[in-house]
């Protein structure tokens, strides 16, 4: 059937649109000509991909594939320890990358899982339960309190009917919902008051719907649709490593064939130079690179761990690293979700309330002394005492309800019991220290008027000893118009037009800081008036005492947070169903909105730009409230379209799509939804946005470490080749033999490297702007630096070596020996200089990666042994060094690296000199 905008419909032209009765509801036979016409009610799934062809999509990757080929040339050579390595490495990655894509397969089981079973409906007029899988449009569905609504419906009849739609809409208060109501077309849908959406849940009170949509036509299943359509892509670094793995290969292919085909021409054997090549190769191409990155990944997820992080995916941490922008959602992300009160209007003055969260302490912040009177602070008590009394929550510490006073003080954990609202009311009268527990045993609850949105207040009728007292407490101006008196300074005087006008002013001051106001009132009853009978004239002749101001506040960590994405070049941007004066003063709190320039956008003002307009717009839109998914989705979708990379987190099932289709997923741990868990890359154990940005400073951290052992591998990769280039240009004996050639590959690229993968970040990584998604892996001079240092070790190599063989009479085993052993130590010198782009190893000191200093000693002490070990060196060609030797190949290894360390520390030292002058 034809989709329409149901909400902006009165009842009858539902009723006449979807030809039902609204008393029997349809008849059997065009329930099921319906059901066979639109298809079961239930999401459908997109074929899936079978968990073979997941695993087996592995190894289609061109540095797999070279490394594959790697394991067959080791295994031809009898290097089986090389081969057995590189093959583990091979199934350790398609087993993680196996892992990643099926999990990833899961997001539509979860939320299959949030629809209804059964439903209970109306059919010919006899009251059925039936699988929720066999509803049409046009069936009548009755609710009741715990119900999971089973489709979308129009709701035609509600009786204190409210539900649970903060899955759907992120709204965290149960929606009341109003049948009669009709909404205008572009009408958000957490405002849409007369429709119930499939997945959520009656909260309290009963009624019935037409069903109006079924299947993936809902609200739901648009949002499974949405998922599904989202296609993963490849991160960053993924994209980097897998150009660098194809331009690394084909490079030391081209220099290990020129190798070869040189001595070939000079007149080596054929097949000792194939062998040399080969070796060569192995040793140059970089098998160990994926290892060290999923080694990187997975110590920066255990960091992680230990931060309220889990991730889901490894390269999931890196991709943080290159963030841009974070959208956040703003309850219980950004806020703490715990409403507070923050100002109380009192005698004309206004009274300033501290304190976090539910926790009863805090501050009363007064006018100046010389403004506040002391008269004031009965009117002040007045006030604490409605809200304490004038309510349903309950206080609690640890599932305990304080009796008024603290039971533990070892324990903090409060919570609130009820109503978030009333809960800060009771938290505000606790902190002046009036607690209900107190109060009630010298006074009794003997009725009351429940709150109701179309009276908008709640009032109680106690028992006191100098007779009956009605508490009242609601909105504003329904309050003030009850009123005919205020507890003025401590005095019960006339509300004239002057009062009224004042209180008026500051309701709307409290009201433009986005906070949510109640106005507080009592009356003493007559002795005569029975309350039970007459309870239309209790809330007559109130007099009136304060307002109180409320607001979910901003978590502090959240605050420094944004101050630092700020200075690490990230923007912030507050995605929220929220209103938007509420969403627009916390944004401003936090420091989000800091300009005039920087805008907010509503849902349906999102609506009325185009795609383009959007792409223009949105690098100056700081907050959208009231947005749907198809919102969070578009938004998402424009920033990678402006070219940046998105964060973005979710907790309900309507942030399930957008968390997918950004470039990293976060989804809440305490009140995400499993829908959205699945969809995303990574879980906060505490819902906290400071934890988003430690994860990007990890992530910055790991791309760090990863072009550091990019550096050195290839430092060395170069160095090693363009010693036997050179050498056999030079028409010299070969350097090395490939054993020789093989165990350098293993003594250097193993422990030293992995060592280096795990080394701690610079001190001021959060500081720098944004890496360019798009910039290559060896921006910022990495190739210069490499190609520089592979030369220095290719230098010295061969002075060591030319040197050796002449004053060591021609001895070639010598020779090899001590050249050998320069290229190990240079690697393993140059492998503490690697440590930082920015700092020397001076400032960073030799002994600050423990893991480093280790695996070095233990690379130093397997050469030592190939060269002094007798039962070695027949399979290396060694011999045994002399002081001299040592001499020279520590002072030609060692002191480059000393040397550049010294030039850094003084270029580096002159540079920050220089900048602090300027400013």
């Not at 897998?242 to 054997?269: D, K, M, N, S």
């Not at 509503?602 to 907050?623: C, F, H, M, Y």
């Amino acid at each position: 059937m034809e989709k329409s905008n149901w909400h902006a419909l009165g009842q009858e032209e539902v009723v006449l649109k979807l030809q039902t009765d609204r008393e029997k509801g349809l008849e059997q036979k065009e329930a099921a000509r319906r059901l066979e016409l639109v298809g079961p009610n239930q999401l459908v799934q997109q074929k899936r991909i079978s968990p073979v062809a997941i695993f087996l999509t592995q190894f289609k990757d061109f540095m797999v594939l070279v490394l594959i080929a790697a394991t067959v040339i080791s295994g031809l050579l009898c290097e089986y320890a090389d081969a057995i390595t590189i093959m583990a490495i091979v199934i350790i990655n398609a087993i993680l990358g196996f892992i990643q894509e099926f999990r990833a397969e899961k997001s539509m089981e979860a939320l299959k899982k949030l629809i209804a079973p059964e439903a209970t409906v109306k059919r010919e007029g006899e009251t059925l339960r039936i699988p929720a899988s066999q509803l049409v449009p046009g069936d009548l569905v009755i609710l009741d309190t715990g119900d999971i609504i089973p489709a979308d419906l129009r709701i035609m009849e509600a009786h204190q009917l409210e539900v649970e739609e903060a899955a759907l809409t992120g709204e965290s208060v149960p929606v009341k919902k109003r049948p009669q109501e009709i909404y205008l077309a572009d009408t958000p849908l957490g405002d849409r008051r007369n429709m119930g959406f499939m997945g959520t849940v009656v909260t309290r009170g009963k009624g019935w719907g037409i069903v109006v949509e079924t299947g993936m036509s809902t609200e739901m299943g648009q949002i499974a649709d949405y998922i599904q359509q989202v296609e993963d892509e490849d991160t960053p670094l993924q994209k980097r490593l897998a150009q660098l793995g194809r331009w690394l290969v084909l490079f030391c292919l081209a220099i290990v064939a020129v190798v070869v085909v040189t001595g070939v021409l000079r007149g080596e054997p054929v097949y000792r130079m194939f062998l040399t090549g080969v070796s060569l190769a192995v040793a140059a191409i970089p098998e160990g690179l994926p290892a060290i990155v999923t080694i990187a990944l997975a110590v920066g997820v255990q960091k992680m761990v230990k931060r309220q992080a889990i991730v889901r995916k490894l390269p999931a941490v890196e991709t943080l690293g290159c963030a841009t922008v974070i959208c956040s959602d703003k309850t219980g992300t950004l806020t703490q979700n715990e409403m507070t009160v923050r100002q109380i209007f009192s005698s004309g003055d206004f009274v300033h309330v501290t304190g976090e969260g539910y926790e009863p302490r805090g501050k009363f912040v007064y006018p100046e002394v010389d403004k506040w009177r002391k008269e004031n602070k009965h009117s002040l008590d007045m006030a604490f005492k409605i809200a304490a009394l004038c309510n349903n929550a309950d206080l609690q510490k640890n599932d305990t309800v304080v009796q008024g006073f603290f039971r533990n003080k070892k324990e903090d954990t409060w919570e609130i019991s009820g109503d978030p609202t009333e809960g800060a009311l009771l938290v505000a009268a606790a902190k002046a220290g009036i607690w209900r527990e107190t109060l009630e045993k010298s006074e009794r609850r003997v009725y009351e008027i429940p709150f109701d949105s179309e009276r908008k207040r709640m009032s109680v009728v106690y028992l006191t000893k100098n007779g009956p007292v009605v508490y009242c407490k609601g909105a504003p101006d329904v309050i003030l118009n009850l009123c005919t008196s205020a507890l003025w300074q401590g005095k019960i005087v006339p509300l004239t037009k002057e009062v009224k006008e004042e209180i008026l002013r500051a309701n709307d001051r409290m009201a433009a800081q986005a906070l949510r106001v109640l106005g507080l009132a009592f009356r003493d009853i007559p002795q005569k008036l029975n309350w039970e009978k007459d309870g239309s004239t209790l809330e007559e002749n109130l007099t009136f005492v304060a307002l109180a101001g409320m607001i979910d506040p901003p978590r502090l960590s959240a605050k420094k947070a944004v101050r630092v994405c700020k200075t690490a070049g990230i923007k912030t941007v507050m995605i929220t169903g929220d209103h938007r004066k509420t969403a627009e003063a916390v944004a401003k709190e936090l420091g989000i909105i800091t300009s005039s320039q920087q805008k907010v956008l509503t849902g349906p003002e999102l609506d009325r730009l185009s795609d383009s307009q959007l792409l223009k717009e949105v690098n100056q839109i700081a907050v959208y409230a009231r947005v749907s998914p198809k919102h969070k989705l578009r938004i998402v979708k424009a920033l990678k379209g402006a070219g940046h990379i998105v964060a973005m987190t979710g907790d309900g099932v309507n942030d399930a799509p957008a968390v997918k289709e950004a470039d990293i997923g976060v989804s809440m741990g305490i009140t995400g939804t499993d829908v959205t868990k699945e969809a995303s890359a990574m879980i906060l154990g505490n819902d906290d946005f400071a934890t988003i940005v430690a994860a990007v400073e990890e992530g910055r951290g790991i791309y760090d470490n990863i072009r550091k052992f990019i550096r050195y591998l290839l430092s060395c990769n170069v160095g090693e080749v363009l010693t036997m280039f050179f050498a056999a240009l030079m028409g010299l004996p070969l350097p090395l033999i490939p054993i020789q050639i093989l165990w350098m590959n293993l003594v250097t690229d193993g422990l030293p490297a992995m060592a280096l993968g795990v080394d701690t970040s610079d001190p001021d990584i959060m500081t720098r702007k944004p890496r360019d998604p798009q910039e290559s892996i060896f921006a910022h001079g990495l190739t210069r630096r490499i190609l520089v240092r592979g030369s220095l070790i290719t230098i010295i190599t061969l002075i060591t070596y030319i040197a050796g063989f002449y004053l060591g009479g021609e001895n070639l085993d010598l020779a090899r020996t001590m050249a050998f052993s320069t290229l190990v130590f240079a690697q393993l010198f140059y492998v503490f200089d690697c440590r930082s782009e920015r700092y020397s190893i001076f400032e960073l000191g030799f002994f600050s990666n423990n893991y480093l200093v280790a695996a070095v000693t233990t690379s130093v002490l397997m050469q030592l042994a190939v060269i002094y070990i007798p039962f070695f060196q027949p399979i290396f060609k060694t011999v045994p060094l002399e002081v001299w030797h040592w001499v020279l190949i520590i002072g030609l290894s060692g002191g480059t690296t000393l040397l550049q360390g010294l030039y850094r520390t003084v270029k580096i030292r002159r540079k920050r000199r220089i900048i602090t002058l300027r400013a």
